[in-house]
């Protein structure tokens, strides 16, 4: 049972378009989202987190929405630029003695940001 | 940023063989994790440590096992390894207490088992 999921494998945007990212979640109990940006080989780069108390974060180019109702969110990139192209990973945890920090990760989605 | 160090960064080798993957932090954090990756998929959390000789396993099964002796330190070992191994293993650090937070994660280890 996926309680991350991110729908679409891969994307395609030209460079200076919006890129959005989409991910839905099935456990309510989430309360803290992120994203993660990765390169094959690498490890995950920290990009954007929100707290289920708010509905929207921004930092620079990123945005990242939260819509507690719908249990979605998504990640907007503007302007988006051939350096993003990676892939990126939603993630969720719950705020408890038990699971504070433990990531639930969803697929991923590959960003292609074309000149 | 983030002080997390993942050796070796690739390694072959062939079934049958012990290995052990390092991983240190020098960021004094408590909470370590161990990820397993393979392409196209989520990332599979298959152990954890909450702090000094405190294990846990992950949410994925794994024939692997790991230590925590030193605050920094927490090392995986597969005893005989398989093909059925060959993945990306993934480690990460948060700091303290029990509030959910981003995590910190190393350049990663890729194991291939022929």
């Known amino acids: 049972d996926q309680q991350v999921k991110q729908n679409s494998p891969s994307l395609s945007v030209q460079e200076g378009r919006i890129s959005i990212l989409n991910c839905d979640y099935t456990?309510?109990?989430?309360?803290?989202f992120l994203w993660y940006k990765k390169y094959p080989a690498e490890g995950p780069t920290f990009l954007i987190s929100?707290?289920?108390?708010?509905d929207k974060n921004e930092d620079g180019r990123f945005t990242v929405f939260l819509n507690k109702s719908a249990k979605h969110l998504s990640l907007h990139i503007v302007p988006s630029q051939p350096g993003d192209s990676a892939v990126y990973f939603c993630?969720?945890?719950?705020?408890?003695?038990?699971?504070?920090?433990?990531?639930?990760f969803g697929q991923g989605t590959e960003l292609s940001v074309k000149p | 940023e983030a002080d997390i160090y993942q050796t070796p960064r690739y390694l072959v080798i062939g079934t049958g063989k012990k290995i052990t993957l390092e991983c240190s932090q020098t960021?004094?954090?408590?909470?370590m994790y161990w990820y397993q990756q393979d392409p196209g998929m989520e990332l599979h959390l298959i152990h954890y440590?909450?702090?000094?000789?405190?294990?846990e396993k992950g949410d994925l099964s794994s024939e692997s096992t790991v230590s925590r002796i030193r605050t920094e330190h927490f090392p995986l070992t597969l005893e005989s390894a398989r093909p059925s191994h060959t993945s990306q293993y993934l480690c990460?650090?948060?700091?303290?207490?029990?509030?959910?937070?981003?995590?910190?994660f190393g350049s990663g280890t890729q194991l291939s088992v022929l």
């Open positions: 993630a969720a945890s719950v705020s408890n003695y038990n699971q504070g920090g433990k990531l639930i």
């Open positions: 440590s909450y702090g000094v000789n405190s294990t």
């Open positions: 960021m004094g954090h408590d909470k």
């Open positions: 929100i707290s289920s108390i708010k």
């Open positions: 990460a650090s948060s700091g303290q207490g029990w509030v959910a937070e981003k995590l910190f």
């Open positions: 456990n309510s109990m989430f309360d803290y």
